[in-house]
């Protein structure tokens, strides 16, 4: 018997949520396991109604569990940001979950926008940092006059602009990253760790050459880790450069670790690559404790009740949730099923099928049963 | 007569300027007017000599210049980051050019890796900010019972970590980038000036829902900027979601609009999908002073010397040199020559012809003198 919260959230979030609870139900019939369900009511209408995002009983009760199985937040009532760093990134925080594990895979019978590039081709790992780099929330924005007594102000002032503090009032904007040797070095572990069940290789991704501070110390780390991984090969990349390879040779890639901002940008493209939003999952982790399984699009408002969107990215975050907690065979069967309900062409519209996305569930959910 | 510095830097950064020399003063001849180039030995070779960078007499003699036409920098003698901020960065900030200009454009008979798009659907304009962001260079690195008086180390201790500064040891760095309203505020309105002059759209990119505080900032600025455009039709867009519509729909953009990081990254994308990165020039900006126009590419020093190199960005960066000097009809006739050039296979392997560097620049500068 598993417990785990389920956060539906925005827009499509609660439909998708749904659907992949029926699936992971019916991987629990076939492979011996129950999953006790709780739900959390969190997201854009309790903040509209009372102005809470998480709340500290919200923390309190989400640690008893080992898994989240969360939807997705955003909806256009809110100002950008809000629900994201309040929910989001506040529960990936919160819960320390230093690891967003985003495999790119493209799954058989899906479509890539690249020439001639195939599931053969497209089928990494990438490791994400989730707790620092310029996600940490420091920052101010300010006239000059203002918050003169911060030291941080002086500085900018006066290397930047070479202005005074005192008389200048120009409008700027400042944001603080952080990176931290022992942030880094037990991302690119576990990296290194999955690498070792792979193909055994690990592309580090960083902008050394100019966010020489930050990058500077995640580069040394990725060095003195590869060191204790003599049979795993290492490569640095720019994550300028890393876009175009991405683009171009993706068979080159095996597991890709990247600090938090380029994580986000080169998952987003790796998602697309694979076939698409719809069909792109992630987990974020923490080994040793609270760990958050989501679809990586987002809340898609204009969708939402509308039983249209696809519900394979949360299916599979689901099969990712299986998998850390040790049934990976559950795990396995899932990802099966959601390839056979596409080669079935038992699928929503994007994917040429005619189901909605209960109905494409509840095929998967089948396909488990009578495996 | 128009006088220009030429620095040709490292690797094959010196052949591909020949290259482009050649095709600039053919386009001369035929047009009606003289190029007086001036060469700086700066890059590499003279940093491991003299330790010198950017010397205060080459930032003098540079300024007399309106354009600078460069190669490219980057040597693996020395380590990443010292030859690239300290000339190529160094040039952008000290000169102020704060308009990174990169069109991405496909050109005929040129391969994207993106199955069914073409010339058609890839051609729109990135203008990138060139001297704030993350590209700054204002951070540090440091354990923790270093620097302990800075303000900004304190705060950083206390609010990421929990942790008190004088008894912590842990290594840390953080990075701050910075964005001033006017420094949004100049490259935005370069960016609509631009769209007025094609399809009247505008993109900006940003991540404001995370980095709040800087991008926040722009995106105000953004919007306000729009005010006064209302012929252009505007939108945001969340940098990862760019990446994934540069592949899937490039055929959506006019001119896209980003912060320095960003546009760093989107662009090498571009580049790649306009067919790779000998096919991807840049110029660096400043309308009232002094600017630099260069290919996207690197130093490539594997290729140094051999006569091997693509020259095509160099040259098309060479016409956007020409159009900032007040001469569109030449810079026009070389992006056609450029064409010609592909369209004949007269060019170097990659592009599926024979020639060396400096016969596939020749054949150019050939075609714009029989125009
Ligand atoms: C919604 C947003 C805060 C989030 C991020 O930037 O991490 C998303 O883009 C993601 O990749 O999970
Ligand atoms: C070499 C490097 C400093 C530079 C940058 O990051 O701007 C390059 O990638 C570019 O895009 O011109």
Redesign the pocket.
Known sequence: MYKVAAIGGDGIGPEIVDAGRVVLDAAGERYGFDIDWTDFDIGADRYLATGELLTEDDLKELSAFKSIYFGSIGDDRVKPGIL?KGI??GLRFHFDQYINLRPVRMLAGTQTPLAGKGPEDIDFLVVRENTEDFYVGIGSRFSGKEHRDLEVVRDIYSIKFGLDVESDSEEIAYQIGIISREGSSRVMEYAFDAAMKREKKVTSVDKANVLSDVYGLWRDVFTETAARYPDVTTEFNFVDAVTMWFVKNPEWFDVVVAPNMFG?II??LGAMIQGGLGLAP?GNINPQGTSLFEP?H?SAPKYKGMNRANPIATIWAGSLLLENLGEPEAAAAVVDAIVQSIAAKQTTVDLGGTLGTREAGAWIADAIRNK
Chains 1, 2 share one sequence.
């Open positions: 994201e989001l990134l986000d998952t987003d992630g990586i987002g």
